[in-house]
């Protein structure tokens, strides 16, 4: 194999959707010799915030000595980015190797994997290989019949915030959610819960104590933001004063605390993590996409912001970080996304929008979308292509405007190619 034929391969497995049920990845990993057995891990679900957080807490644990393998979904350039150990991308000659190692195990099981199981599997194997100390890992979708599930008890369980997402899957309500999220809590184990509603948080609890699981809430009164600036923002958290976070907006905060509770909860149970370590880790953390500013002229910041809770929080970084600023919203929604009350909040923020067409089967056209948005009252243009919607963007923007980016994770890739 090349690298071409590896990503090939694995994107052509029989493509199911997400499918539930962990007989699949058991399977593979059986198969493979059982990899999963030989590591430790912090499995991170949630609806918003599983990837800032993770990339928080991944980057503490390699600031403090150990190797950290951090698996997240979906990519956003390149689909090595998926698999990582200590911030560096898996390499071509790795992903081809234990891709040529898995393929025929999985090709020998008379129910195939899905694409996410087998890039799981994959990504297990090359963390096993590489000799991780420890990996942090989101969920794909749900918790308890989520293929990363199939990991013995972590050393973390952690839900960040829940919200109604995925409700053809997960169900309709706060508590349907957070009891399939809460899947992830294992017998005897640890966790670490973002506040949620009282009759969600009660669910939590039931579970964790059905389970002997010791759960920790993080207490969000703790957190005080000392200043914040486009080019960061400090903040304290309890005891711990003066903290440095690249990363933008009052949300990430709330993220940041959930990673500084699962750390000490490994200090707790015996991890060497210094607090000036923790304090360098959260200095130097990095995740594109979030509220990403990338270029000056016009300002052009790119958020991957893409359910009706993330544009909550995109409106109170507008409101922080761009008052009085004229912006044009560049914008593709996936069509299975609630975009009716997603687009509702910032709308009246934003002068106009340009729409585009995400680069997936399960789009939303541009045309729709820009369709949808004039009805609803505000000015929209729908662009061919993703190339011409950042060019239209930013002529729209002029010199002292800001072109907004935001709608689908899976938009960045060809924006920042169309940049």
């Known amino acids: 194999m090349n690298i071409n034929e590896a990503i090939a391969y694995i994107q052509s497995v029989q ?5 539930p049920g962990l007989e699949r990845p058991q399977e593979l990993l059986e198969r493979m010799g059982s990899p999963e057995k030989a590591l430790k891990y912090i499995h991170i679900g949630g609806t918003n915030g599983k990837g800032s957080t993770a990339a928080m807490t991944a980057k503490i644990l390699e600031t403090a000595g150990y190797k950290v393998g951090l698996y997240t979904s979906p990519h956003i350039t390149r689909f090595h980015e998926r698999i990582r150990v200590n911030g560096e991308d898996i390499s071509d000659e790795d992903l081809i190797a234990v891709t040529e ?77 957070a009891t399939t999220k809460a899947g992830i809590m294992k017998e005897g184990g640890h966790a670490v819960i973002y506040p949620s509603t009282p009759s969600a948080e009660a669910v939590l609890a039931d579970i964790c104590q059905s389970r002997n699981v010791s759960m920790k809430k993080v207490d969000f009164s703790q957190i005080h933001s000392v200043s914040h ?18 990363l933008l907006g009052q949300h990430q905060l709330y993220n940041a605390a959930v990673a500084l509770y699962v750390i000490d909860t490994l200090i707790e149970k015996g991890w060497n993590i210094t607090e000036e370590q923790i304090r360098t880790g959260m200095a130097q953390t990095k995740w594109a996409g979030r509220f990403d500013i990338m270029g000056h002229d016009p300002l052009f910041i790119i958020d991957g912001g893409h359910n009706p809770q993330c544009l909550e929080a995109l409106v109170k970084n507008i409101e922080d970080y761009l008052p009085d600023r004229r ?43 820009a369709e949808h948005l004039r009805q609803a009252g505000a000015q929209a243009t729908a662009c061919d292509t993703i190339e011409q919607g950042v060019q239209l963007a930013k002529q729209l923007a002029g010199k002292d405007g800001v072109v907004l980016c935001f709608g689908s994770l899976y938009s960045i890739s060809d924006i920042q190619k169309a940049l």
């Open 229 to 246: 600036s486009l080019e960061g923002q400090v903040f304290d958290c309890g005891n711990r004063k003066g903290l440095k976070l690249p």
């Open 101 to 177: 190692y898995v393929k025929p195990l999985a090709e020998a099981m008379a129910d195939a994997p899905t694409e996410f199981e087998l890039v799981w599997c994959i990504a297990v194997e090359y963390f096993k290989r590489v000799g991780c100390d420890i990996v942090v890992t989101e969920v794909g979708m749900g918790g308890e019949m989520d293929a990363t599930n199939v990991i013995p008890v972590p050393e973390v369980a952690v839900l960040t915030n829940i919200g109604l997402d995925h409700t053809d899957f997960l169900g309709s309500t706060l508590e349907e959610i």
């Open 15 to 19: 493509w199911k959707g997400s499918l």
């Open 327 to 369: 912006i044009v919203g560049l914008t593709g929604v996936l069509a299975d996304k609630d975009y009716v009350d997603m687009y509702r909040p910032v709308m009246p923020l934003i002068e106009q929008f340009v729409c585009i067409t995400p680069p997936s089967d399960r789009k939303l056209e541009a045309t729709e979308l």
